[in-house]
């Protein structure tokens, strides 16, 4: 089945950068968009960014310009998010999710906890 | 890129029906025809109940239907059961390969 799989919680200091992965299985990888969504503790969710696994071509939340950088290995299928200059307000679950307008499956999350 | 406008909460009691609406602008909303919905239980991953305005993914229930006019978008539950106390997130196209979501609403069932 179809299934997007995330690496472990995180915990990172303030200023330091976290990468988080998201293996995906059970679809053809290049085909299909994969885009990062974050949802801060009791918060709303805020989208982040997304990538072309075939192209490799990404485009970021203004927001997260500068900041933020997707990457995808096709040999492993897998979509990789790094997050640069970990301020406290970073602290969120991270999610992937499979495609462009209609996002799913997900990821189950990834929690970055920022403190120091 | 501002979010989306939805009411903080709704309720209703088993077996009425809930509208949750989605405002947007002119470039979000109101330009396409990508607006998705999502349910969240507590400490779960979002799911997919329709996309595309109006399409519902295999396996959700008919109860779930959507719309749009304008730049509004709404998400209606017919028949209200406890196990769809929720938050409830839509989420629109923008533009450029950008996506923006709404700030999410609390649906409580009575």
Redesign the interface.
Same mark, same amino acid.
């Given at each position: 089945q179809v299934q997007l799989v995330q690496s472990g919680a995180e915990v990172k200091k303030p200023g330091a950068s976290v990468k988080v992965s998201c293996k995906a299985s059970g679809y053809t990888f290049i085909n299909y968009f994969i885009q990062w969504v974050r949802q801060a503790p009791g918060q709303g969710l805020e989208w982040m960014g997304i990538i072309n696994p075939g192209s490799g071509t990404t485009t970021y939340a203004q927001k997260f310009q500068g900041r933020v950088t997707l990457t995808r290995d096709t040999s492993t299928t897998t979509v990789y998010m790094e997050l640069n200059s970990l301020r406290s307000e970073d602290t969120a679950v991270y999610y992937c999710a499979k495609d462009l307008q209609s996002l799913d499956p997900w990821g189950q999350g990834t929690l970055v906890t920022v403190s120091s | 890129?501002s +979010?989306l406008t939805q009411p903080r909460s709704v309720s209703g009691s088993p077996g009425q029906s809930v509208t949750i609406s989605c405002t947007g602008t002119s470039s979000d909303v109101g330009a396409y025809k =990508?607006v998705?919905w =999502?349910q969240?239980h507590p400490g779960k +991953? !979002?799911?997919?109940m329709i996309?595309?305005v109006t399409?519902r !993914?295999s396996g959700v229930p008919d109860r779930f239907s959507g719309s749009k006019s304008g730049n509004t978008a709404s998400l209606t539950i017919s028949g209200l059961q406890a196990e769809d106390e929720a938050d409830y997130?839509c989420?629109s =196209?923008a533009g450029?390969?950008?996506?923006?979501?709404?700030?999410?609403t609390k649906l409580t069932v009575l």
């Open positions: - | 890129q +979010a =990508y998705s =999502y969240q +991953a !979002p799911k997919l996309y595309d399409k !993914p997130y989420c =196209y450029g390969y950008t996506w923006v979501f709404g700030g999410g």
